[in-house]
């Protein structure tokens, strides 16, 4: 059965203090492994795709990197307007459907 | 380019109502989905549709029933509405594999159950 686990569940951090997140997980066959941010009350915003081991993206302050097993989030130097709850899921070949991970909730302090 | 967009924003319902959530969206995607989003778990797929006319179902479908009669369209039905059906709804839509896979969300439907 197709998995996604996200440690912390939640995560302070005080500006400029870099940290990452982990989304572990197990798929029969990955299509692709995803990350969103959800503000409070809105819907996640889609922030990367990642297709196979050792893919990475970069977008500001966010890197997402992938194994066979896991992903990794890592936030460098953040600021307040990092503070978010961010989700993970993936989506494994054959299929139409994605399994999310509970998430991580973020909080930046000033 | 509006994106997805739901109706409405806020509900509330009495136990035993019917109502109908919208979703739209126009970036001519193939597949569309309706997830809820409860604490502590996750977002739980409810019902999808791979394309106009086709609907099937996710992992939570009972109390729920859908329709894509219009490729921009998919909506989502409760017809006897029970406080366990109080949540956060979200739609989705994607493109087909073969293409890029991300899902774009909608902001959300907040339904209360009395």
């Known amino acids: 059965e197709d998995q996604v686990t996200q440690s912390p569940e939640a995560l302070r951090l005080q500006e400029g203090e870099s940290s990452s997140l982990n989304c572990s997980y197990t798929?029969?066959?990955?299509?692709?492994l995803f990350w969103y941010r959800q503000d409070p009350g809105k819907g996640p915003e889609f922030l990367f795709t990642l297709y196979s081991a050792g893919e990475e993206k970069e977008k500001e302050r966010l890197k997402a990197t992938l194994t066979k097993k896991e992903s990794f989030l890592h936030i460098t130097a953040p600021k307040p307007e990092d503070s978010a709850t961010y989700l993970c899921a993936v989506q494994s070949s054959g299929t139409y459907k994605y399994i999310f991970g509970t998430g991580t909730r973020l909080k930046v302090l000033a | 380019n509006a994106g997805v967009t739901q109706t409405p924003k806020f509900r509330v319902l009495k136990t035993g109502q019917s109502m109908t959530l919208l979703c739209a969206q126009d970036m001519n995607h193939e597949y569309m989905y309706w997830y809820r989003q409860d604490p502590g778990m996750g977002l739980r797929l409810i019902h999808y549709?791979?394309?106009?006319?086709?609907?099937a179902k996710g992992e939570v479908p009972d109390g729920y029933n859908v329709s894509r009669l219009k490729k921009q369209n998919f909506l989502l039905g409760l017809e006897s509405a029970a406080p366990s059906q109080t949540s956060v709804y979200f739609c989705a839509s994607s493109y087909p594999p073969g293409r890029t896979y991300e899902q774009y969300f909608g902001p959300g439907t907040r339904l209360t159950v009395t």
């Open positions: 549709s791979v394309g106009e006319g086709t609907t």
């Open positions: 798929v029969s066959g990955l299509r692709g």
